[in-house]
């Protein structure tokens, strides 16, 4: 089954760029996706990025997925103290969706 | 619209209570899961249901655990005889699945304390 993996802990500055890294194992996930938990929160959808595509680009927020590798990673431009969550990255194999155990990001104003 | 709702929010026992927690997932949405978060881990997946197929029970950690989804709608996680390993947050998830896009709606949990 799918396994997905990413680091615990991220800690930047305000104002720089953050990159949250995650692998996976089922190279059949048609969608990888990335979602965000504020503290006290449930988890919300940030975005996702379909198997077919390399790089997905909204606003602040840059997915590149390489596929050769099962490797996908979020980059958050100028972040911000509003930025600090967790944030985890999932991929869906048939139905059922696989959850990482979600990296803790850091904003250091 | 009304998104996903838990009740409670928070819920204290004492070690060998059985605990129930409530889930109402968003109208219309077919498929339901109960999820479990404890202290710096991830997500553990703990049951599935979709519409009226037999749900996926295969990330139940004991047979204390048990879940029901009523009229294919509020669904209710029930724990028999507590432990403290039990205590972690408990989030449900709803989803309209269409084809293998699946984005889940969570609700804010239910955050689990066994003493």
């Known amino acids: 089954g799918e396994d997905v993996e990413q680091s615990l802990f991220l800690s930047v500055r305000e104002g720089d760029s953050s990159v949250i890294n995650c692998t996976y194992t089922?190279?059949?996930?048609?969608?990888l996706y990335w979602y965000k938990q504020e503290p006290g929160a449930g988890l919300q959808l940030l975005t996702y990025i379909f198997s077919n595509m390399d790089m997905k680009q909204d606003q602040r927020l840059t997915v590149l997925l390489n596929k050769k590798d099962k490797h996908l990673s979020l980059r958050i431009a100028d972040t911000q103290t509003g930025d600090s969550a967790i944030y985890f990255c999932?991929?869906?194999?048939?139905?059922?969706?696989?959850f990482g155990a979600g990296t803790r990001l850091f904003v250091k104003a | 619209g009304a998104g996903v709702s838990q009740s409670p929010s928070n819920k204290v026992t004492e070690k060998g209570k059985d605990v129930e927690l409530r889930c109402d997932p968003i109208?219309?949405?077919?498929?339901l899961y109960w999820y479990r978060q404890s202290l710096g881990q991830g997500l553990e997946f703990l049951i599935y249901?979709?519409?009226?197929?037999?749900?996926?029970k295969s990330g139940l950690p004991s047979d204390r655990f048990s879940a029901e989804r009523t009229g294919g709608s509020v669904s209710t996680l029930t724990i028999q005889r507590t432990q403290q390993e039990d205590s972690a947050v408990y989030l449900c998830a709803s989803s309209f699945e269409r084809s293998s896009y699946n984005e889940q709606f969570f609700g804010p949990g239910t955050r689990l304390t066994v003493l």
């Open positions: 089922d190279s059949s996930s048609t969608y």
């Open positions: 999932a991929g869906t194999g048939g139905f059922k969706t696989i």
């Open positions: 249901f979709q519409g009226n197929s037999a749900p996926d």
């Open positions: 109208s219309g949405h077919t498929a």
